[in-house]
């Protein structure tokens, strides 16, 4: 099983061996999403389906889990359309994207919050994967036949805004904002009603977190780099945001890979902070 990242050669081995498998393309745009089915179309690993951020990964709809512009749909309804995907229970995932794993990290996060630990995140992406010399297709994905996908308790830690307020300041929570530093410190904002950031989060880019070839960082170095950047504080109190709780994820999956433990998403992020009424932002 692969529970954290897979590498091009790896996922070759298993596409060999015949294992029970699912690649999942989630490249998008996030000032573009009509160019998603585009992208897809225009090439993907061969076999691969596709996930699109809008339509898939989030809702607009009552029964959302939480706010701001990329709400979670329940886990009831993203249980049933992996079924459509053909992926149960017993299926190794693989998701990908073009854009250093910004956009599939939000399908590796929704999985294990599903409750299902066999999903990996294709390092370096379908540019590691066309270097390998890895087979791509063009079209649409071919329909599969359909699976059950059961929901198990979630393996990773959902937080809600209500949450953030009460450890807001306190020891046991530690705020990370993935967003680029200009964004946090308030002097752009091309996105969300009001510039700024949580008070007291930390800074750390989701893009620091890779090599200038587009893959995760070693281990060692991302150890080094998340201390410094927790500065004494414990792991176990990070609570992780971005904009919109999708480029937050390769965040928390670096600090996985700097063996610090599975940490906490706050999925509604500064989309859903900066719009609620009488919340404290800060600049700088």
């Not at 989630?26 to 009509?34: H, T, V």
């Not at 809702?59 to 009831?76: F, I």
């Not at 073009?98 to 996060?109: E, K």
Request: proline share 6%; with cysteine.
């Amino acid at each position: 099983m692969y529970p954290l990242l897979i590498t091009a050669a790896q996922l070759q081995a298993l596409q060999q061996e015949g294992a029970k498998l699912a690649i999942v393309d989630c490249s998008f745009d996030l000032m573009k999403p009509e160019l998603a089915d585009s992208l897809f179309e225009a090439e993907h690993i061969a076999g691969a389906l596709q996930a699109h951020l809008d339509r898939d990964l989030s809702t607009h709809e009552s029964d959302a889990v939480n706010g701001g512009r990329h709400p979670l749909p329940p886990r009831e309804r993203v249980a049933a359309w992996l079924g459509t995907l053909g992926i149960g229970n017993a299926t190794q995932v693989v998701v990908y994207d073009r854009n250093a794993g910004n956009y599939c990290g939000r399908l590796w996060w929704m999985l294990k919050w599903l409750g299902h630990d066999a999903v990996a995140l294709l390092d370096g992406g379908l540019q590691a994967w066309k270097a390998a010399g890895g087979a791509v297709a063009t079209g649409r994905a071919a329909a599969p036949d359909v699976a059950a996908f059961e929901l198990r308790p979630a393996l990773r830690d959902l937080v809600f805004t209500d949450q953030v307020v009460a450890d807001l300041g306190r020891p046991a929570q530690t705020v990370v904002d993935a967003r680029g530093a200009p964004r946090y410190r308030g002097e752009v904002e091309p996105l969300d009603p009001i510039a700024g950031h949580i008070p007291g989060a930390l800074n750390r880019p989701f893009t620091d977190n890779f090599t200038a070839e587009g893959f995760f960082k070693s281990p060692d170095a991302l150890r080094a780099e998340w201390n410094q950047v927790l500065c004494g504080r414990s792991a176990s109190t990070v609570v992780h945001h971005c904009g919109s709780g999708v480029s937050a994820v390769p965040n928390l999956i670096a600090m996985e890979l700097g063996g610090f433990g599975p940490t906490a998403l706050y999925a509604g992020s500064w989309s859903e902070w900066s719009r609620a009424p009488g919340l404290p932002c800060a600049k700088g």
